[in-house]
T-cell receptor, first 108, second 115 residues
Framework: QKEVEQDPGPLSVPEGAIVSLNCTYSNSAFQYFMWYRQYSRKGPELLMYTYSSGNKEDGRFTAQVDKSSKYISLFIRDSQPSDSATYLCAATGNQFYFGTGTSLTVIP | GAVVSQHPSRVICKSGTSVKIECRSLDFQATTMFWYRQFPKQSLMLMATSNEGSKATYEQGVEKDKFLINHASLTLSTLTVTSAHPEDSSFYIC???????????FGEGSWLTVV
């Protein structure tokens, strides 16, 4: 079992839709969780960073961690074509573990 | 703005030559940097962990003599692809941990094409 599992998609939504991206993790010791956005041919960019359980909101983005179910989510409200990218989740204990990434396309 | 810078962003080299890619932390000291390889539409593949002042730790299957990593200062790590071959053509990305080390910042990536 991988430390962090992520559905690779692809996911295609119309502009304005709410997007839900999800990951699960296996190690209950993980405390820090991250979401990265990677545009084609670019390095990943840190979007959200959360510690332990709870929600964190930044503009149209909300990161959610449910440690009881070992579930990490990223919600994008009012999705825009510029949100089209691959989204990577990550968790860290002693090492960093990344999901495989979910490819998102927002259709105008 | 970017906190980790990579250079060059694109490089083309001839088969058999060596090429060096630099990774710099811009406004912080990075005791640990990581090097990844990524093929098109695939996930990041960790190649090695680079610790300042010590030898890099390579992941299983990554050739140490092929991919030389040097972390000579707290703000610079380099990856040298030696005797490059076309199959080494890929997107190479570095990252660094900042502060308490609980999150990672990535460089912009370097596209290597070996012809």
């Amino acid at each position: 079992q991988k430390e962090v599992e992520q559905d690779p998609g692809p996911l295609s939504v119309p502009e304005g839709a709410i997007v839900s991206l999800n990951c699960t993790y296996s190690n209950s010791a993980f405390q820090y969780f991250m979401w990265y956005r990677q545009y084609s041919r670019k390095g990943p960019e840190l979007l959200m960073y959360t510690y332990s359980s709870g929600n964190k909101e930044d503009g149209r983005f909300t990161a959610q961690v449910d440690k009881s179910s070992k579930y990490i989510s990223l919600f994008i409200r009012d999705s825009q074509p510029s949100d089209s990218a691959t989204y990577l989740c990550a968790a860290t204990g002693n090492q960093f573990y990344f999901g495989t990434g979910t490819s998102l396309t927002v259709i105008p | 703005g970017a906190v980790v810078s990579q250079h060059p962003s694109r490089v083309i080299c001839k088969s058999g030559t060596s090429v060096k890619i630099e990774c710099r932390s811009l406004d912080f000291q990075a005791t640990t940097m990581f090097w990844y390889r990524q093929f098109p539409k695939q996930s990041l593949m960790l190649m090695a962990t680079s610790n300042e002042g010590s030898k890099a730790t390579y992941e299983q299957g990554v050739e140490k003599d092929k991919f030389l990593i040097n972390h000579a200062s707290l703000t610079l790590s380099t990856l040298t692809v030696t005797s490059a071959h076309p199959e080494d053509s890929s997107f190479y990305i570095c990252s660094a941990t900042r502060g308490s080390g609980n999150t990672i910042y990535f460089g912009e990536g370097s596209w290597l094409t070996v012809v």
